[in-house]
């Protein structure tokens, strides 16, 4: 892997990690072709409502949001991304229907993007793209039925907890407008939680 850059070094480090059928250097090669680095600056958007989203990024540095404007013009943090991960509105991606959402960068990002057409032609050859995919879509589907139960059933302060339990990284990239969106409770709230939570 010597020979390849380090934004897709870790790229292939991350897919190797994430299935049992380690990467040969041909496939390697298709993926670097395949993805290609891209800079965002903080506030640059990634995708806008009403657009087709038709990439997706793989984040090397830096932290993004998605999130919906409701018609008060008030932001709802859907999700919340750094290094390692995935942003993308996955509907909008897989469908090519206009999004809902709007993504962009909280931090200087950069990333690794693939179009809809280039992953459907990775993953008819190679083995452990399928299988990271998989687990990836296996974790969504956990990771959002989690989250609607905790939304539906849990108090404020159990919510905050479980956040800071399974995101501690985020309490530190982002700020607390953020989380408490993403949280659906008020920044107030959240400061109130934090204190006492700190006592």
């Known amino acids: 892997m010597n020979s390849i850059a380090p934004m897709h070094e870790k790229l292939i480090a991350y897919i190797n990690n994430h299935t049992a059928l380690p990467l040969n250097s041909k496939e390697e090669k298709m993926i670097v072709s395949a993805f290609e680095p891209k800079k965002l600056r903080k506030k640059q958007y990634f995708l806008q409502e009403g657009e087709v989203c038709r990439n997706a990024g793989f984040i090397i540095e830096g932290a993004m ?8 013009g008030v932001e709802h943090i859907v999700h919340l991304y750094i290094e390692d991960y995935w942003a993308t509105d996955r509907e909008s991606f897989m469908m090519l229907t206009p999004s809902r959402y709007n993504i962009d960068a909280w931090e ?92």
């Open 65 to 72: 949001r998605q999130y919906i404007v409701n018609d008060k």
């Open 108 to 199: 200087d990002t950069q990333l690794v993007t693939i179009s809809r057409a280039d992953i459907l032609k990775l993953t008819r050859k190679i083995p452990a793209l399928v299988e990271m995919i998989r687990l990836m879509d296996e974790r969504h589907a956990i990771a959002n039925n989690r989250r609607i139960s905790s939304t539906i059933s849990n108090t404020a302060e159990k919510r905050y907890e479980e956040f800071a339990e399974n995101h501690p990284q985020f309490n530190q990239r982002f700020p607390q407008h953020l989380i408490a969106s993403y949280l659906g409770i008020t920044k107030e709230t959240l400061s109130r939680i934090r204190k006492h939570a700190m006592k």
